[in-house]
């Protein structure tokens, strides 16, 4: 049933989607598969992301991530051929925006802040940048390399410097992201 919603992208089915997901978190003994009902939510317009504020404020971090990672394959959808930042102020919309910029690159749930990352990269906004480099500091590699990968998709003036900078993290995926992102 997820999956046709999905196929049928019809708006007014995406908050009841949304309830679902809440389900299958907070209730594993409902049988919901929570990444059915990611996937179908994930098919979407990006226009249907604003219903995901709630989610995204929620206490759960699960649900938190779940959402973050919904907006992000959205976005990623829409700007698979065009380079750079392609996600004007108001695509997302001023709240879901100030979010991803000033909350979800700090969320206690580290995946929150991994996945926020492309969002963040794609954003025309002037505070982007001190995102990104907020999660290039993060303390978990996990986060570091999503933020280094993000960053192939935006050019600033610190990325360069920053990204050189990660050619010696901890972490060899993080170095080995580093320099693919240089090349």
Do not use: Y
Not at 3 to 32: C, K, M, N, W, Y
Not at 63 to 86: C, H, K, Y
Not at 148 to 155: P, W
């Amino acid at each position: 049933a997820a999956r046709a919603l999905a196929a049928i992208a019809e708006p007014q089915s995406f908050p009841p989607l949304v309830e679902r997901l809440h389900t299958a978190v907070l209730d594993p003994a409902a049988g919901i598969c929570p990444r059915s009902v990611k996937a179908a939510l994930s098919s979407f317009r990006l226009e249907q992301a604003q219903q995901l504020i709630p989610s995204l404020r929620h206490w759960h971090p699960e649900i938190r991530f779940l959402a973050t990672d919904i907006i992000r394959q959205m976005v990623r959808r829409r700007s698979q051929n065009e380079p750079g930042p392609v996600l004007a102020p108001g695509d997302l919309g001023p709240e879901l925006s100030e979010l991803f910029l000033t909350t979800l690159c700090f969320d206690e749930n580290p995946n929150v802040r991994a996945h926020a990352a492309l969002v963040i990269a794609l954003l025309q906004d002037s505070r982007a940048p001190a995102a990104l480099l907020t999660l290039i500091h993060d303390p978990l590699w996990r986060v570091r390399l999503h933020a280094v990968r993000a960053l192939a998709r935006r050019q600033c003036p610190f990325q360069l410097t920053e990204i050189a900078r990660c050619l010696s993290d901890p972490h060899w995926m993080v170095r080995q992201a580093a320099a693919k992102t240089l090349c």
